[in-house]
Nanobody
Framework: QVQLVESGGDLVQAGGSLRLSCVAS????????IAWFRQAPGKEREIVAG????????YYADSVKGRFTISRDNAKMTVYLQMNSLKPEDTGVYYC?????????????????WGQGTQVTVSS
């Protein structure tokens, strides 16, 4: 069973930066895409960024494009989300998720393995 563990969430002021990490363990063969989702209170879970195996495809939600960077370190079995210029609307629980699809899917139901989430709070 593949496990994903997120870390790096914190309380920061608007304009600050955080780097989230998602470490995979177990039998990860077959997972082509790792994506970051977030869920704010009272809102549905939404994708913020995704990266395919080999980083051939990268996706960013319009709301984070230019501010967030997703990267993948296969040797460390880790995917990172560098978040800069954080805004209060970035607040939420951030999850990493794995998909067996070759293409990045924007829909959370395409992802079969999820981490437990890490809280990001951006104050104004």
């Amino acid at each position: 069973q593949v496990q994903l563990v997120e870390s790096g969430g914190d309380l920061v002021q608007a304009g600050g930066s955080l780097r989230l990490s998602c470490v995979a363990s177990g039998r990860a063969i077959g997972f082509f895409v790792i994506a970051w989702f977030r869920q704010a209170p009272g809102k549905e879970r939404e994708i913020v960024a995704g990266v395919s195996r080999g980083s051939l495809s990268i996706y960013y939600a319009d709301s984070v494009k230019g501010r967030f960077t997703i990267s993948r370190d296969n040797a460390k079995m880790t995917v990172y989300l560098q978040m800069n210029s954080l805004k209060p609307e970035d607040t939420g629980v951030y999850y990493c998720a794995a998909s067996t699809s070759a293409a990045i899917d924007r829909h959370p139901d395409a992802y079969v393995t999820w981490g437990q989430g890490t809280q990001v709070t951006v104050s104004s």
